[in-house]
């Protein structure tokens, strides 16, 4: 069974106070780990998608990594508008679902 | 610029009424999802459509149907709800499976539904 653990469940920033968010996963054969963002009131927004240990990702002051066992998503210099629940999710091959199975999310609040 | 719809938005049921769920995509996406999520708990899947014509048990289907009725559309049945089933539920698509691996999911906004 695919399992996927945040944290922290929640963090709270100054505005330009970098900082990371954990995603650890257990998975039979990854076809691809996944983050994204989601507001209030709003279904999830795809940001990247990690196939390999090794891997990046980058958009603007968002960058995503990913080993064997984690990935992370990294925030530089914050702005208030990075708000929101960060989700992660993973996507295996054994099973006969396709879906994702996601982590309970992060929730970031970035103040002025 | 649509991507996924999802209607209705809001909903409240009493117990033991019926209602459907529609989800429509403009993205010409072979495979759909159903999602529920509730508060604490990560999203889950309920029933997925690898293509036009074939449905899948996810994690959580007992209590729900679905009908993939074409390319665009997915729907989601509630047959005789039950607050336990009081949730947001989220409709996605993706492309097909590759080689490469997996597709991202594109989701809707989501249909809060409330059942008294």
């Known amino acids: 069974e695919d399992q996927v653990t945040q944290s922290p469940e929640a963090l709270r920033l100054q505005e330009g106070e970098s900082s990371s968010l954990n995603c650890s996963y257990t998975v039979s054969g990854l076809r691809g780990l996944f983050w994204y963002r989601q507001d209030p009131g709003k279904g999830p927004e795809f940001l990247f998608t990690l196939y390999s240990a090794g891997e990046e990702k980058e958009k603007e002051r968002l960058k995503a990594t990913l080993t064997k066992k984690e990935s992370f998503l990294h925030i530089t210099a914050p702005k208030p508008e990075d708000s929101a629940t960060y989700l992660c999710?993973?996507?295996?091959?054994?099973?006969?679902?396709?879906?994702?199975?996601f982590g309970k999310g992060t929730h970031l609040i970035i103040q002025p | 610029n649509a991507g996924v719809t999802q209607t209705p938005k809001f909903q409240v049921l009493k117990t033991g009424q019926s209602m459907t769920l529609q989800c429509a995509q403009d993205?010409?996406?072979?495979?759909m999802y159903w999602y529920r999520q509730d508060p604490g708990m990560g999203l889950r899947l309920i029933y997925y459509?690898?293509?036009?014509?074939?449905?899948d048990k996810g994690e959580v289907p007992n209590g729900y149907n679905v009908s993939r009725l074409n390319k665009r559309e997915f729907s989601l049945r509630l047959e005789s709800a039950a607050p336990s089933q009081t949730s947001v539920y989220f409709c996605a698509s993706s492309a097909t499976l590759t080689r490469g691996g997996g597709q991202p999911q594109h989701f809707g906004d989501g249909t809060r539904l409330s059942i008294l």
């Open positions: 993205m010409n996406h072979n495979s």
């Open positions: 459509s690898a293509s036009e014509g074939t449905t």
């Open positions: 999710a993973v996507q295996g091959s054994g099973g006969g679902a396709d879906g994702l199975t």
